[in-house]
């Protein structure tokens, strides 16, 4: 690599170095090994599910800890909502509505989501919002033709000249359309809060990572509906901000590795992805971290449904965590008898889903107390798995390290090599799906915060292709934060229902019965 004063000046605004811009040159040319799957978890071979009391008993305790805890609700929330609208983009972009009619377009185009849309298009909770702006710039809207009208509503709806919904941020997007008001998925996200995050003075913290133009907007819309909010839970919200950080930047090359350059010779960087937000979350420092993505909202009649779950799983993080913790506190005193480790390995195989070296009873006392320390004395999360119906995204599966051992992770599809028909089968016969649903344990025994960057599993990020200004280009993306950045945490899987899962990824998702206050008719 060819390095510019230039290139050195930029590197070091972004708080990198040259040396991990070489590094990161040097894994796009090695590549990163794919990882051996070796079976999908389902239920009791990774998952856990649980009965109907057992759920309530959980829930109970938990409530009965509330009190003394701290807890966070911190929720991923960066960049424009730009892909929720992609095929709206392209309609814009393709659609000549004074050459042809919208029924040809969508039919030779097979534009099946652009016909949802025009089906369901007054359920949406922003179109008075834009019907309103149409009127008055296209005082005769009525008499033009159908795909005219939705080709007018549709860019007054996302481009900058309009509403500009196609640069907003999801969390600052209409959602959710009440009787007298109109809620945002960021409005929802405290509503939700409210009933398994407050503690027993009313008050609720939750922490979004946004990026740093969008922060006057968040802060806009805090201000706005926080009496009307705050009134309506009795709660008080304290709400804090973050933005990944320039440092967790990663360069782009070309398909040569060569550095990737702007016509004016610059070097590209690209966000390294979710798994840069691991910075922010070890900025945080609570008893409890909930994790849940800002599109990741119900309307408020499904909500206590989604609280009672999310008040099941802190429950199964609180019983673990009392057990770790008793048994390093143990192990602090004395060795364990030969009944004692008979029940430490039970409940390392049984609950924390750690297998074992084969050769694991002939280690030495000093090998064994190591090895116990180790594999208790990490971070802890407990995680809500969904059926899997077809959703893109990761998914919970053993994995075979090179050490030979086999270790519990949530992988991403593109750190399996779909070319091998054996791994092609393990990625097919998956039963569940991650919905990013968290809860987070990152103090230890002691009551000391983890420093969790020392839980990350470097070589579990992955290279992707993109095109910036129709060239191809390859990005680095780092970890991923529920996948490698948490790959040496103590995991536990747990079926939730579907209903707690309700993700915004297409415009047309609104449309779905958890986004909708009254169902079509």
């Given at each position: 690599?060819n390095?510019t004063d230039?290139?050195?000046?930029?590197?070091?605004?972004k708080?990198l170095?040259?040396d991990?811009?070489?590094?990161?040159?040097?894994?796009?040319?090695?590549?990163?090994?794919?990882?051996?799957l070796?079976?999908a978890?389902?239920l009791d071979?990774?998952?856990?599910?649980?009965?109907?009391h057992?759920?309530?008993?959980l829930?109970?305790?938990y409530?009965?800890?509330?009190?003394?805890?701290?807890?966070?609700?911190?929720?991923?929330?960066?960049g424009?909502?730009?892909?929720?609208?992609?095929?709206l983009f392209?309609?814009l972009d393709?659609y000549?509505c004074?050459?042809e009619s919208?029924?040809?377009?969508?039919?030779?185009e097979k534009?099946?989501a652009i016909?949802?849309f025009?089906i369901g298009l007054?359920?949406f909770p922003f179109?008075?919002i834009v019907?309103?702006?149409?009127?008055?710039?296209?005082?005769?809207?009525?008499?033009?033709s159908e795909?005219?009208?939705?080709?007018i509503f549709?860019?007054?709806?996302?481009?900058?000249?309009g509403?500009?919904?196609?640069?907003?941020p999801?969390?600052l997007l209409?959602?959710?359309?009440y009787t007298?008001?109109?809620a945002?998925?960021?409005?929802e996200?405290?509503y939700e809060?409210a009933?398994?995050?407050?503690?027993?003075?009313?008050?609720s913290?939750?922490h979004f990572t946004?990026?740093k133009?969008h922060?006057?907007g968040?802060k806009?819309?805090?201000?706005?509906i926080?009496?009307k909010?705050?009134?309506k839970?009795?709660?008080?919200?304290?709400i804090t901000?973050?933005?990944?950080?320039p440092?967790?930047?990663t360069?782009a090359?070309?398909k040569?590795?060569?550095p990737?350059?702007k016509?004016?010779?610059?070097l590209?960087?690209?966000p390294g992805?979710?798994?840069?937000?691991i910075?922010?979350l070890?900025?945080?420092?609570?008893?409890i971290i909930?994790i849940?993505?800002?599109?990741?909202?119900?309307?408020?009649?499904?909500?206590?449904?989604v609280?009672?779950?999310?008040?099941?799983?802190?429950?199964?993080?609180?019983e673990?965590?009392d057990?770790?913790?008793r048994i390093l506190?143990?192990?602090?005193?004395k060795?364990?008898?030969?009944?004692?480790l008979k029940?430490?390995?039970?409940f390392?195989?049984q609950?924390l889903?750690?297998?074992?070296?084969l050769?694991f009873?002939?280690f030495s006392?000093?090998?064994t107390?190591?090895?116990?320390?180790?594999?208790l004395n990490?971070?802890?999360?407990?995680c809500?798995?969904v059926?899997n119906e077809?959703?893109p995204?990761g998914?919970?599966?053993?994995?075979?390290?090179?050490?030979?051992?086999l270790v519990l992770?949530?992988?991403?599809?593109p750190?399996?090599n779909?070319?091998d028909?054996?791994?092609?089968?393990?990625?097919?016969?998956?039963?569940h799906f991650?919905p990013?649903?968290l809860i987070?344990?990152?103090?230890d025994?002691h009551g000391?915060k983890f420093?969790?960057?020392?839980f990350?599993?470097?070589e579990?990020g992955?290279i992707?292709?993109?095109?910036?200004?129709?060239?191809?280009l390859?990005?680095?993306e780092?970890?991923?934060?529920?996948?490698?950045?948490m790959?040496n945490?103590?995991s536990?899987f747990?079926?939730v229902?579907l209903?707690t899962f309700?993700?915004?990824?297409?415009?047309?998702?609104?449309?779905?019965?958890?986004?909708q206050?009254?169902?079509f008719?």
């Amino acid at each position: 690599m060819n390095i510019t004063d230039k290139d050195i000046k930029l590197i070091k605004s972004k708080g990198l170095t040259v040396d991990k811009v070489l590094s990161q040159i040097e894994t796009f040319k090695n590549e990163i090994p794919f990882v051996a799957l070796r079976s999908a978890a389902t239920l009791d071979n990774g998952i856990l599910k649980f009965s109907e009391h057992y759920q309530t008993e959980l829930a109970k305790l938990y409530d009965s800890r509330l009190s003394d805890l701290e807890t966070i609700k911190f929720v991923p929330a960066s960049g424009a909502a730009t892909r929720m609208f992609k095929d709206l983009f392209k309609f814009l972009d393709n659609y000549d509505c004074e050459k042809e009619s919208l029924n040809s377009y969508t039919n030779h185009e097979k534009a099946n989501a652009i016909r949802l849309f025009l089906i369901g298009l007054e359920k949406f909770p922003f179109y008075n919002i834009v019907m309103e702006k149409v009127k008055k710039a296209y005082p005769k809207f009525e008499s033009l033709s159908e795909g005219r009208q939705l080709y007018i509503f549709v860019e007054m709806m996302l481009k900058e000249k309009g509403l500009n919904y196609g640069g907003f941020p999801k969390g600052l997007l209409p959602f959710h359309k009440y009787t007298n008001s109109i809620a945002t998925s960021f409005e929802e996200h405290l509503y939700e809060a409210a009933g398994y995050n407050t503690n027993d003075k009313g008050e609720s913290e939750l922490h979004f990572t946004i990026s740093k133009e969008h922060l006057k907007g968040f802060k806009g819309e805090f201000e706005r509906i926080k009496k009307k909010v705050e009134e309506k839970t009795n709660t008080n919200f304290t709400i804090t901000y973050s933005f990944q950080k320039p440092e967790t930047d990663t360069i782009a090359v070309t398909k040569d590795n060569e550095p990737f350059r702007k016509e004016d010779g610059s070097l590209v960087f690209r966000p390294g992805g979710h798994g840069a937000l691991i910075e922010n979350l070890d900025d945080l420092d609570a008893d409890i971290i909930y994790i849940k993505n800002i599109d990741n909202v119900v309307v408020r009649k499904y909500q206590d449904e989604v609280s009672g779950y999310k008040k099941v799983l802190a429950g199964k993080l609180i019983e673990i965590q009392d057990e770790v913790f008793r048994i390093l506190n143990a192990l602090d005193e004395k060795k364990p008898t030969d009944a004692e480790l008979k029940d430490i390995k039970k409940f390392l195989v049984q609950q924390l889903n750690v297998r074992l070296p084969l050769d694991f009873d002939k280690f030495s006392d000093k090998y064994t107390l190591q090895f116990l320390r180790a594999s208790l004395n990490r971070p802890i999360r407990v995680c809500g798995m969904v059926i899997n119906e077809g959703e893109p995204g990761g998914g919970p599966f053993w994995i075979k390290r090179e050490n030979g051992r086999l270790v519990l992770q949530i992988i991403e599809t593109p750190q399996i090599n779909k070319r091998d028909r054996r791994q092609q089968e393990i990625l097919e016969s998956a039963t569940h799906f991650n919905p990013v649903d968290l809860i987070c344990g990152v103090r230890d025994y002691h009551g000391n915060k983890f420093n969790l960057l020392e839980f990350v599993d470097p070589e579990a990020g992955f290279i992707t292709q993109k095109t910036m200004n129709g060239k191809i280009l390859k990005a680095l993306e780092l970890p991923g934060l529920w996948n490698g950045a948490m790959a040496n945490w103590i995991s536990v899987f747990v079926e939730v229902p579907l209903t707690t899962f309700n993700p915004v990824k297409t415009v047309n998702d609104l449309l779905k019965s958890a986004h909708q206050v009254k169902l079509f008719s």
